[in-house]
């Protein structure tokens, strides 16, 4: 079943796993003890139209796993790297006119953050209102399901890096 217009996916990275590339750099965890953490959002055009895959998202496994897979092409718009500090709102402009606001909540005892994200369009009702999320370092999850120009978009959220071993 194909992602549709409205609909909003979530999926957590621990089923997803994803490797460093060239567009896809690993974002620092310096200052996660302080209530710090760098990270990146993947912003993803996915089409049904025939296209190409941008071969910058290769080394992203779960864009090739439902329901992702079913996209015929997929072209990476932008990776702006965050900076998130607790209790600070974040804000990107989204190339659909929307703005995706990220507050890291709290650096969980055992490492992991929790982040507040949220989807609105200034002057309008949220299209994504409030969603908390839990996510360990270097975990990408995603939210996908916004119209944009003949497709949808996919954000990836990665904060951290995840642990060598």
């Known amino acids: 079943m194909r992602l549709r217009h409205g609909l909003i996916a979530l999926f957590a990275a621990a089923l997803i796993g994803v490797g460093a590339?060239?567009?896809?750099?690993?974002?620092?965890?310096?200052?996660?003890?302080?209530g710090q953490v760098g990270g990146q959002v993947l912003i993803i055009l996915a089409s049904d139209g025939e296209g190409p895959r941008d071969p910058?998202?290769?080394?992203?496994?779960?864009?090739?796993?439902?329901?992702?897979?079913?996209?015929?092409?997929?072209?990476?718009?932008?990776?702006?790297?965050?900076?998130?500090?607790?209790?600070?709102?974040?804000?990107?402009?989204?190339?659909?006119?929307?703005t995706l606001r990220l507050v890291l909540r709290e650096v969980t005892a055992n490492g992991r953050y929790?982040?507040?994200?949220?989807?609105?369009r200034p002057g309008t009702q949220d299209y994504l209102p409030e969603m908390n999320v839990v996510t360990s370092p270097g975990d990408p999850f995603f939210v996908a399901g916004q119209s944009h120009r003949d497709g949808t978009l996919i954000l990836g959220i990665r904060l951290g890096e995840r642990a060598a071993g």
């Open 56 to 98: 910058r998202l290769a080394n992203v496994p779960a864009l090739r796993r439902p329901p992702f897979d079913s996209y015929r092409s997929m072209a990476l718009l932008s990776s702006p790297r965050v900076q998130l500090t607790v209790g600070r709102a974040h804000e990107l402009e989204l190339p659909n006119g929307r």
């Open 114 to 120: 929790r982040v507040q994200v949220s989807i609105n």
């Open 21 to 34: 590339g060239s567009a896809v750099a690993q974002p620092s965890a310096a200052g996660s003890a302080a």
